[in-house]
C-alpha cells in the first residue's frame, strides 16, 4: 500500500507543533505496517494535484495546521482533495489538521467537525486518561482505557454522523479524541492526539494509529 503525508509546511505550520516529529511519527507506524511511505511539507501544491488519479495514494495522511493569521487557500485544495474522496479513497486527520482550511467551509464535513476559535481549547498539555470505546469497533477492539501525555482538545464542533472512539473528560464533559464516519464513499477517521513526540511514546495511541489505518484500508473487517 502506498500512502501519502501531507505535513505542514508555509502557511500550514505555527510555532507550537513540531510537524517534522510528528510526521515522521506517523510515518515509522505506516512503515511498521509495511506501507510505502511520501511526505509532503508542500500542502497546497500536493492537495490540488489530487486531482490526477495517478497521483492517488492508497492511503491520504493529512497532518497541518494554519498559520496563526492564515490567508485563504487555493481553491484547487478542494478540487483535488474532493476528486480523491469521491473515488472513495481513505483519509486519516491528525490533531491540528482540526483548525486548517478555514475558508473552505466542506472541510468541516469531511472531516466531521472542526476546531472553533474563540469556542475550543484544551487545558494544559500532561499525562492525562484517555477513555476507550473498547470494542465497539474494529479500531478499539482490544484497546483499554490508557494515559498519554498529550494536549486532548475540547468543545469541537461536532457532526451528527462521527462514531466517537475515545475521550477525555474536562470540566465534568466527555470530549472525543478519536472519531470515524464516512464522506460520501469514503472512510474518514479523525485522531484529535499527537501534539509532539510525546503522544507518541504512548503504546496504545500508537496502536490506534495503526488501527486506524488498517480499517481505512479495508484490512480489518
Do not use: K
Not at 509495511?34 to 511539507?41: K, R
Not at 484547487?76 to 475558508?103: E, K, M, N, Q, R
Request: net charge negative; hydrophobic share 45%; glycine share 10%.
Amino acid at each position: 500500500m502506498r500512502a501519502l503525508i501531507v505535513s505542514g509546511g508555509g502557511d500550514y505550520t505555527d510555532p507550537w507543533h513540531p510537524f517534522a516529529t510528528t510526521t515522521g511519527e506517523l510515518a515509522t507506524i505506516l512503515r511498521e505496517l509495511g506501507h510505502e511511505v511520501t511526505v509532503s511539507d508542500r500542502v497546497e501544491e500536493t492537495l490540488a494535484g489530487l486531482v490526477d488519479p495517478a497521483t492517488w495514494p492508497d492511503l491520504l495522511v493529512i497532518n497541518a495546521g494554519n498559520a496563526e493569521q492564515p490567508g485563504p487557500a487555493d481553491p484547487a485544495v478542494a478540487t483535488g482533495v474532493l476528486a480523491y474522496l469521491a473515488a472513495g479513497h481513505p483519509l486519516l486527520v491528525s490533531h491540528i489538521s482540526a483548525t486548517a482550511f478555514v475558508d473552505w467551509p466542506e472541510w468541516e464535513a469531511i472531516l466531521g467537525g472542526r476546531w472553533v476559535r474563540g469556542t475550543s481549547m484544551h487545558p494544559d498539555q500532561d499525562l492525562a486518561r484517555v477513555e476507550v470505546a473498547t470494542d465497539a469497533h474494529p479500531i478499539v477492539a482490544g484497546v483499554v482505557d490508557f494515559t498519554v501525555f498529550d494536549e486532548r482538545y475540547s468543545y469541537l464542533r461536532l457532526g451528527s454522523d462521527i462514531e466517537q472512539l475515545a475521550w477525555h473528560e474536562h470540566d465534568g464533559l466527555r470530549h472525543p479524541l478519536l472519531w470515524v464516519h464516512s464522506y460520501g464513499p469514503a472512510r474518514v477517521v479523525y485522531d484529535a492526539l499527537g501534539h509532539d513526540g510525546r503522544s507518541y511514546e504512548s503504546a496504545e495511541h500508537r496502536m490506534l494509529v495503526a488501527r486506524s489505518a488498517q480499517w481505512l484500508l479495508g484490512e480489518l473487517d
